[in-house]
């Protein structure tokens, strides 16, 4: 398109954003209204897309960071033949396809945004998989806010692509200089963006949003840029077209009052039509397969760390999988991924001491069909839990590894012990929790994990365990083991991971005083294997846990939640980290938290002696 159908394209997606706005009732007309000649452009003349075909391995990838201005994107959708009029309509509506902000309930959004300060960073991953994985010349195209650039996410993410030399990504700020409340801390002072931008080593472009030559312009330049990304910084007006609202402050988030009004201003409605020109012909590298992964083995009556098991295992499965990729937090060394690079270099992914980028490489990763294992110390993973929480949003397939959970890793003090991860993990729309506590278990779990979809969550151990299943015991998600159990028992101890092999001394040193008890692995804490748990409360009825984490949404909450259907209730006893924990060994910190053998026994001797449990 030239300038002058560019112009008329873009009044289009404005009235088009008005209208959907007005629709709804609500929804943001005018952040759509300031970045319409920068998608007008882009969908006309630059981006390369098949809508019949979104899995096309040359496509371009479109990430509308700026989440709130999905009515713009969805006039654009329309004006490429994508959706219908009918459907722009339906825009917020229960059941509708279009959402306030964008998810992979469309087809052709690769993943939800409106958590500001994400879209770029999981942009980061995708072109990452394009220059290192795929091979293949798509570009990413991240259209971004410039409230969001205040976010230290973003920032992460801008370090990471210029080390990279990401020229295959291209970040488009729409600086309108109005937020929510008011003006942005650097309102449209396009420099003060530039210089930072610049210090990381992107190229940079300040330019008139709102000028389509001069974006057309930017946007061959952007594409012709090598061995850096480009950063291309639009002056825009917030509401632009309509004088009651452009740029003034009190009407984001918010239709327009007098929407026939604006239509009429705006030049009335247009039905252009935008032919998106086709991705060239590419074929991306195919991961191969070479069957099914040796998986590593460990005798019974070994000691080894779940997470050295985690690394050995991880490292079959690169091997044997080509779609495959390890993701480190620079901490590798320690969680054990490192094992994966040194068979696997070019699968392996630094991400540094940047959490919220290492998940959202990931998230970027498996949108490219890639099953992404990100690692570091469980509680770093807390730092990254709004991605998480927008990877379950996006519908994303990736698994998180935590190591050194609990005050079982001892002396490093408290800021390194993960003891809320359960409870964060728990939480995220249909994630899966694991809790290995012996090396084969954790081998066989890790196995389970890469064929599964959604947000799995693994946890392995800093310390030594003994090994206690054999290499062919199977661990089905949503299962658990009963590793002690007779019909005289007068408790059942519920146990996963460091804590297992303290329920297990604390059962012998029981039955040696004539008390029996029932020890169950629940290894799988989410789903929990609610037969079982509930067998043992008819059986014994009381259930004991002992975890290695808080007792708010760790372990003991799992358990409870399986007689949350109405069922009569056993008495529940929960023991966990209730202390504020300081440096000691690791024998020293389950003594004081309460979950060594020692305690667990006392606890137990303490139900009966004063008539609790019969």
């Given at each position: 398109?030239?300038?002058?159908?560019?112009?008329?394209?873009?009044?289009?997606?404005?009235?088009?954003?008005?209208?959907?706005?007005?629709?709804?009732?609500?929804?943001?007309?005018?952040?759509?209204?300031?970045?319409?000649?920068?998608?007008?452009?882009?969908?006309?003349?630059?981006?390369?897309?098949?809508?019949?075909?979104?899995?096309?391995?040359?496509?371009?990838?479109?990430?509308?960071?700026?989440?709130?201005?999905?009515?713009?994107?969805?006039?654009?959708?329309?004006?490429?033949?994508?959706?219908?009029?009918?459907?722009?309509?339906?825009?917020?509506?229960?059941?509708?396809?279009?959402?306030?902000?964008?998810?992979?309930?469309?087809?052709?959004?690769?993943?939800?945004?409106?958590?500001?300060?994400?879209?770029?960073?999981v942009g980061v991953g995708m072109a990452l998989a394009g220059k290192r994985l795929d091979r293949t010349p798509y570009r990413v195209w991240v259209i971004s806010g410039d409230s969001e650039m205040a976010e230290g996410s973003v920032w992460e993410a801008v370090e990471h692509a210029g080390t990279q030399n990401l020229d295959n990504l291209t970040v488009i700020v729409d600086v309108n200089r109005l937020g929510q409340r008011g003006p942005t801390r650097h309102g449209r002072d396009l420099n003060a963006y530039s210089r930072r931008l610049r210090a990381f080593g992107w190229h940079t472009i300040e330019v008139d949003g709102h000028d389509p030559h001069a974006v057309e312009m930017a946007y061959d330049e952007a594409c012709s840029t090598v061995q850096k990304p480009t950063a291309i910084l639009a002056a825009t007006v917030k509401g632009k077209g309509v004088a009651a609202v452009a740029d003034k402050e009190g009407f984001h988030g918010k239709p327009l009052k007098d929407p026939d009004a604006a239509i009429e201003e705006l030049g009335g409605r247009r039905t252009l039509r935008v032919e998106v020109r086709k991705p060239a012909e590419a074929q991306a590298s195919q991961p191969v397969r070479r069957g099914e992964p040796a998986l590593p083995t460990f005798d019974k009556g070994d000691q080894v760390a779940t997470r050295d098991a985690f690394g050995k295992t991880l490292a079959a499965f690169g091997d044997a999988r080509g779609d495959i990729v390890a993701l480190d937090g620079e901490v590798g060394d320690s969680t054990r991924a490192e094992m994966f690079s040194e068979s696997h270099p070019e699968?392996?992914?630094?991400?540094?001491?940047?959490?919220?980028?290492?998940?959202?490489?990931?998230?970027?990763?498996?949108?490219?069909?890639?099953?992404?294992?990100?690692?570091?110390?469980?509680?770093?993973?807390?730092?990254?839990?709004?991605?998480?929480?927008?990877?379950?949003?996006?519908?994303?397939?990736?698994?998180?590894?935590?190591s050194h959970a609990g005050v079982a890793i001892g002396q490093d003090g408290p800021s390194q012990m993960g003891v809320e991860d359960?409870?964060?993990?728990?939480?995220?729309?249909?994630?899966?929790?694991?809790?290995?506590?012996?090396?084969?278990?954790?081998?066989?779990?890790v196995a389970a994990m890469a064929d599964l979809k959604g947000i799995r969550y693994l946890r392995t151990n800093r310390g030594e365990t003994e090994v206690i299943y054999g290499p062919d015991e199977e661990f089905p998600i949503g299962?658990?083991?009963?590793?002690?159990?007779?019909?005289?028992?007068?408790?059942?101890?519920?146990?996963?991971?460091?804590?297992?092999?303290?329920?297990?001394?604390?059962?012998?040193?029981?039955?040696?005083?004539?008390?029996?008890?029932?020890?169950?692995?629940?290894?799988?804490?989410?789903?929990?294997?609610?037969?079982?748990?509930?067998?043992?409360?008819?059986?014994?009825?009381?259930?004991?846990?002992?975890?290695?984490?808080?007792?708010?949404?760790?372990?003991?909450?799992?358990?409870?939640?399986?007689?949350?259907?109405?069922?009569?209730?056993?008495?529940?006893?929960?023991?966990?980290?209730?202390?504020?924990?300081?440096?000691?060994?690791?024998?020293?910190?389950?003594?004081?938290?309460?979950?060594?053998?020692?305690?667990?026994?006392?606890?137990?001797?303490?139900?009966?002696?004063?008539?609790?449990?019969?």
């Open positions: 398109m030239q300038t002058e159908e560019l112009t008329e394209l873009a009044q289009q997606l404005r009235v088009d954003a008005v209208r959907a706005t007005d629709a709804a009732g609500s929804g943001h007309a005018t952040s759509s209204m300031s970045a319409a000649d920068l998608v007008a452009v882009l969908f006309a003349n630059h981006l390369r897309y098949n809508f019949d075909e979104p899995d096309h391995s040359g496509n371009d990838h479109l990430v509308l960071s700026k989440g709130h201005a999905s009515p713009v994107l969805y006039a654009a959708y329309l004006a490429a033949g994508a959706i219908t009029d009918e459907e722009l309509l339906t825009f917020r509506a229960r059941g509708s396809r279009l959402e306030g902000h964008p998810t992979p309930r469309l087809p052709w959004v690769d993943t939800a945004t409106g958590s500001l300060g994400q879209g770029l960073p699968r392996y992914f630094e991400c540094y001491i940047a959490e919220q980028q290492l998940v959202a490489v990931a998230v970027g990763m498996q949108a490219r069909g890639y099953v992404p294992f990100a690692t570091t110390f469980a509680a770093f993973l807390t730092r990254a839990h709004d991605f998480i929480r927008m990877a379950a949003i996006s519908r994303a397939d990736i698994i998180l590894v935590g359960f409870a964060m993990m728990r939480a995220v729309h249909g994630s899966t929790v694991l809790c290995p506590c012996d090396a084969n278990q954790t081998a066989q779990l299962g658990s083991k009963t590793l002690r159990s007779g019909d005289d028992d007068r408790l059942t101890l519920v146990a996963a991971g460091t804590t297992v092999p303290e329920a297990r001394k604390a059962a012998d040193m029981l039955a040696a005083e004539g008390i029996a008890v029932r020890v169950i692995d629940l290894y799988s804490v989410k789903p929990v294997d609610a037969e079982t748990l509930q067998k043992a409360a008819e059986d014994t009825g009381c259930l004991v846990s002992v975890e290695d984490h808080h007792s708010e949404g760790g372990l003991g909450d799992a358990v409870a939640e399986a007689f949350a259907d109405g069922r009569a209730v056993p008495r529940l006893v929960r023991l966990a980290v209730n202390n504020l924990p300081g440096s000691a060994s690791p024998e020293e910190q389950l003594r004081a938290a309460g979950i060594d053998a020692e305690s667990v026994a006392a606890a137990a001797r303490l139900l009966v002696e004063k008539g609790v449990v019969r």
